[in-house]
């Protein structure tokens, strides 16, 4: 059971759903989109969250979009894991989602929710940052499609009462060379101490995302540079792409600094090897 009394809305259509959104807000009933509704049951019953209305979002076709379409691959944000993963249009994504919780939880939760949620290691974001994915957002004002790099910083920035409508990758990204790994305290399915997504560009180059790592997911340029450099020894890409990291090591119950830093490690040593033998 929940402990919060809330409305609960299912619009039919885009405009009617943001146009929602705003008088909700207006008369204070503290208002959020909804699709598969795991981490607001979750927050819900640890009391860490308040909401009068929750806005059910996958009635909204733009957001029920999951083809290839123009060269390109779009998966609208009410897609859920488990779909994501059957259908398989992008492996190494497919290869992400199935490690995000249990296959029951994952018939639930959406790739929207993963992106846009609390939980500080949103797995699903790093197959789209390593392949350069966009983003269409709408709001009140606008329908807007921008390069995820741009809008993802530690999480999506988004505006209140702004949507994730779709994910858009561009179809040459989808049959590259990819590598993930991932690497939990104690189950198969759990959160991760760390998971790495990582694809072999067209020019020979690795383009690779982090999560578990630091308090955020991310991608790093710098890392990149360190890995793909070809001037150095093996050991010294690894250890300048370590020196490189944009923060702190996570340090929590699941596993210190420390340990998270020699997992990292021998982490990427597999990564360089994998990419090498593929060559």
């Given at each position: 059971m929940i402990p919060l009394n809330f409305d609960y809305y299912k619009p039919k259509t885009l405009y009617e759903t943001i146009d929602l959104f705003h008088k909700l807000h207006s008369i204070g009933k503290k208002p959020m989109y909804y699709a598969g509704g795991t981490e607001i049951i979750s927050m819900a019953r640890l009391n860490n969250i308040q909401i009068g209305a929750v806005i059910d979002i996958k009635g909204i076709p733009e957001c029920n979009i999951h083809e290839l379409k123009n060269n390109k691959l779009i998966i609208g944000s009410a897609i859920t894991l488990t779909d994501i993963a059957n259908l398989n249009y992008y492996p190494l994504l497919s290869l992400t989602v199935k490690r995000i919780a249990d296959h029951t939880i994952q018939g639930k939760i959406t790739l929207g929710g993963n992106l846009a949620g609390t939980i500080i290691y949103r797995e699903a974001v790093l197959p789209l940052l390593v392949a350069d994915s966009h983003l269409m957002i709408a709001s009140k004002k606008e329908i807007k499609t921008l390069p995820i790099k741009d809008i993802f910083q530690g999480r999506i920035q988004l505006e209140k009462g702004e949507l994730i409508l779709q994910v858009i990758i561009d179809e040459k990204f989808l049959s590259l060379p990819y590598a993930h790994i991932k690497r939990t305290k104690?189950?198969?399915?759990?959160?991760?101490?760390?998971?790495?997504?990582?694809?072999?560009?067209?020019?020979?180059?690795?383009?690779?995302?982090?999560s578990g790592?630091?308090?955020?997911?991310?991608?790093?340029?710098?890392?990149?540079?360190?890995?793909?450099?070809?001037?150095?020894?093996?050991?010294?890409?690894v250890n300048n792409a370590i020196n490189n990291l944009p923060d702190k090591l996570l340090n929590d119950l699941a596993g210190s600094s420390e340990y998270r830093k020699f997992m990292l490690k021998n982490m990427l040593y597999d990564i360089l090897k994998k990419f090498e033998v593929a060559n």
């Open positions: 104690n189950e198969k399915i759990d959160y991760p101490l760390i998971t790495i997504s990582a694809l072999k560009n067209r020019k020979n180059k690795i383009n690779i995302g982090f790592i630091c308090e955020y997911p991310f991608r790093s340029y710098e890392i990149e540079k360190a890995l793909n450099s070809t001037f150095d020894s093996m050991d010294e890409r």
